[in-house]
């Protein structure tokens, strides 16, 4: 009898990390690895999900136009936010409950963004704590806060934040509730024990959560619905830190934006998770931009696997662009590595299509670089 063949032995994290040659195969490993209700967490969006969609399709609605004959021996990405150095253009957008992903969560995270020389934006529904986080940081962090209808939570994040050495204070205002997220609501979504919001673990947020039937229920109790323009005035008025408004999609608004003082303006539909059918991200960019006049900044986020994508970002007037998903993946297929992987393929991938693309630097990437496809 022929001896009885031995199955392949899976490769090291290490070396399945190594093999992935863009962000898409980091998310076959993560979704290997995930239950299937975290997953679709991560990976859903609203409803019948167009405007997840819409975010990947937009900037196919983009064609780059090379220039030739640049001397792109050398290809800077360096650029700043907000007065902040960085290595590259892309920066860790707010994702909540990473320990979903992996044990440490936003610690492997934050020490993965500080290796790659980039900023991390750390969600109020982080599974660990603004403090620990800082802690572990070896970059800059921005914070992004969820206006509570308790408006004294709030204030105690604002001065935590600011104490722990965060550098810009990000308010989500495209959520006065959650969107219908159908996965999550078919899969019955919760945090499993032993994991809650970090923020608030003394303030008893996972009896809340329990006492509420769940994510949903907890954001539409806890959440301020009555959220208006006065709450830029009012946080205005709680922190030192710079502001930036994440979640305009109008020019209009970006425009009331930048008159209110806002430091920053965020273009992003949430990663199609709210509004089904809300706009792209990228394709609502040019208007914004205009809008704004170079009186604020302008980030983008929505869809951004690749790094002709951030390029094409760059060209339509974003000072940088925001990942979300990609990342994930990456911690979610091995921790710290992971996301260091995730960084490390995008930054590659973007300096050789700017190389491509005859820009040497972020600064030469200009707005005749792309027209409509």
Not at 89 to 106: K, V, W
Request: net charge positive; aromatic share 6%; hydrophobic share 45%.
């Amino acid at each position: 009898m022929a001896p009885r063949k031995k199955p392949p032995r899976k490769p090291p994290k290490s070396a399945a990390l190594d093999a992935c040659v863009n962000v898409a195969e980091l998310e076959i490993i993560a979704k290997r690895r995930m239950p299937g209700a975290y997953y679709d967490y991560y990976a859903g969006g609203a409803e019948d999900e167009r405007s997840l969609a819409l975010n990947r399709d937009g900037f196919g609605r983009w064609a780059l136009h090379p220039r030739v004959l640049v001397d792109v021996s050398r290809v800077d990405l360096a650029t700043d936010v907000l007065g902040t150095a960085v290595a590259m253009p892309i920066l860790l957008a707010p994702a909540a409950y990473q320990r979903l992903a992996h044990p440490e969560g936003e610690l492997a995270t934050a020490r993965a963004a500080g290796a790659a020389g980039t900023l991390m934006v750390v969600s109020t529904m982080a599974t660990r704590s603004l403090e620990e986080i800082a802690a572990v940081a070896g970059g800059p962090l921005w914070f992004q806060l969820y206006v509570y209808r308790d408006r004294a939570l709030s204030q105690r994040l604002i001065a935590r934040a600011e104490a722990a050495g965060y550098r810009a204070l990000v308010v989500t205002v495209d959520t006065p509730r959650l969107g219908r997220r159908e996965r999550d609501l078919r899969s019955r979504f919760t945090l499993p024990r032993g994991v809650t919001i970090g923020n608030f673990r003394q303030d008893g947020a996972r009896a809340r959560w329990d006492a509420h039937g769940g994510m949903a229920a907890y954001a539409s109790h806890e959440l301020d619905p009555s959220l208006t323009w006065e709450a830029l005035d009012w946080l205005g008025r709680q922190t030192r830190l710079p502001l930036v408004v994440k979640g305009v999609l109008r020019a209009d608004d970006a425009a009331r934006a930048v008159a209110a003082g806002v430091a920053g303006v965020w273009v992003s539909n949430h990663g199609g998770r709210q509004l089904d059918g809300a706009e792209a991200g990228i394709r609502a960019l040019p208007a914004v931009v205009e809008a704004v006049a170079g009186r604020a900044e302008v980030y983008v986020d929505g869809g951004i696997r690749r790094g002709t994508d951030v390029l094409k970002a760059l060209a339509l007037g974003a000072r940088a662009a925001m990942i979300g998903r990609p990342y994930l993946w990456g911690l979610a297929a091995g921790g710290e590595p992971g996301v260091r992987r995730a960084l490390d393929l995008l930054r590659d991938e973007l300096e050789t299509s700017m190389a491509l693309a005859g820009c040497p630097s972020v600064r030469a990437v200009e707005r005749d670089l792309v027209g409509p496809a």
